[in-house]
């Protein structure tokens, strides 16, 4: 079992309130901060020349090296390989292979890519994915005139509605509502029959729920690193799986997917592997405060911290039972992810009260929502036990009231 008190100090801001929003933007690790002043020192220093010879790698788990930041691992890579070395990383936490995860913006840049792959798919035009879908993925599919979407009541039946004129069936593997695990390898089996492809959402799981893309034999999957990778936002991924890769061509490229970027050449040819599915130039900053998260996933194992989750989000039910506080969230450890989501008479309300009381949290609007509570591996059984206590005490004693019509940004 972690000892959260080994990893604390890592993270400045439990020293500053009680910071139960990791399923939303996760604990920055101090040494994001450090990445960052080394890039900006690298900047200053080599200037253009950093794209070649400022090789950033982050540190493997397990090795006996000095993770010192920015240390020159690879002569020749630097800035311009980020998307994929650090991509390679986020593979190693993942169960992915080298050269199979291409680093990105964000998750809806990510799915057009994938979506750019099928311009001419046809009769085979119909996208299958759950009603409780994230809305940025949701938004993509509709507007785009030649699909029909058939969005359908849970992940059961998203097996039942597969057909063959389905072309893509992109689903959360985690619910961001209620932190539902979904039953995936249905899904993936019936997909297989109908000739359709699955594009995982693992936003929600990558660094709280172990799972291994290259068991799973899943044809895509994207994520970010905003929330359990602890890795801040701008760095979202890409996994294409290896042989479909080499048979696809994306239509959404730039010149980092060319086989040579800088020979300049006037005709497109696809380079191999994760980078013809690249853009243009990559988000540098964002790649180096990543890899901070990526290298305290990797050093404590994403079994260890499912383990602790396991344990925090069975105390945040216990104690919401004892409260009498509904919660709305998976009681089974088998479909829960890392938040548990609690009912309350107004969640808008009752959030900004927590927050005046110095607890970070969100919440979500009904149906299904709730105040939604994050704890990670870092976080106490203390900290849990006083969030619970205090969201009881406004509840009961009436204090949400006061916000009536509150209304927040995040």
């Known amino acids: 079992m972690i000892d959260p008190a080994e990893y604390r100090d890592r993270f400045p801001i439990l020293e500053t309130c009680t910071y139960l929003i990791n399923h939303s933007l996760a604990a920055m690790p101090a040494a994001a901060e450090?990445?960052?002043r080394e890039y900006a020192r690298v900047w200053r220093e080599r200037g253009i020349r950093a794209w070649a010879d400022a090789g950033f790698v982050a540190g493997k788990a397990g090795d006996d090296r000095p993770k010192t930041p920015g240390r020159l691992e690879r002569p020749g890579g630097g800035w311009w390989e980020m998307p994929v070395t650090v991509g390679d990383q986020l593979g190693r936490i993942l169960g992915a292979p080298p050269d199979s995860i291409a680093m990105h913006q964000n998750v809806t840049v990510a799915e057009a890519i994938v979506l750019s792959c099928f311009t001419g798919a046809g009769e085979r035009n119909r996208i299958v994915y759950e009603e409780a879908n994230f809305p940025s993925v949701r938004y993509l599919y509709q507007a785009q005139p030649s699909l029909t979407v058939v969005a359908v009541e849970d992940d059961a039946a998203i097996v039942d509605a597969i057909d063959e004129r389905t072309l893509l069936v992109p689903i959360s593997h985690v619910l961001f509502k209620n932190g539902e695990i979904q039953d995936v390898e249905p899904i993936l089996?019936?997909?297989?029959e109908a000739g359709a492809y699955v594009v995982l959402d693992c936003y929600q799981s990558a660094g709280v729920v172990p799972f291994d893309l290259t068991e799973l034999g899943v044809d895509f999957a994207v994520g970010g690193s905003v929330k359990w990778l602890c890795g801040g936002p701008g760095a979202g991924w890409l996994y294409v799986r290896p042989d479909l890769a080499e048979r696809l061509?994306?239509?959404l490229v730039g010149w980092q997917a060319h086989a040579r970027p800088f020979a300049f050449e006037p005709e497109l040819e696809y380079a191999a592997g994760a980078r013809r599915f690249l853009t243009g130039t990559p988000n540098v900053p964002a790649l180096y405060a990543a890899t901070a998260g990526y290298d305290v996933i990797e050093e404590v194992g994403v079994p260890r911290i499912r383990e602790r989750s396991l344990a925090l989000t069975q105390l945040l039910i216990d104690a919401c039972d004892e409260a009498s506080l509904d919660v709305a969230s998976p009681r089974t450890a088998e479909r829960r992810g890392g938040t548990?989501?609690?009912s309350t008479p107004d969640h808008a309300a009752c959030h900004t009260e927590l927050g005046e009381r110095g607890i970070v949290c969100d919440f979500r609007p009904d149906p299904v929502g709730?105040?939604?509570?994050?704890p990670h591996f870092f976080n106490?059984?203390?900290e849990v036990r006083h969030a619970v206590s205090e969201l009881a005490d406004i509840v009961a004693s009436g204090a949400y009231e006061r916000h009536a019509g509150a209304a927040t940004a995040y």
């Open 370 to 374: 709730g105040i939604r509570l994050g």
């Open 340 to 342: 548990v989501t609690v």
């Open 189 to 192: 089996r019936r997909a297989r």
């Open 380 to 382: 106490t059984e203390d």
């Open 34 to 36: 450090d990445n960052l």
């Open 249 to 251: 061509e994306p239509t």
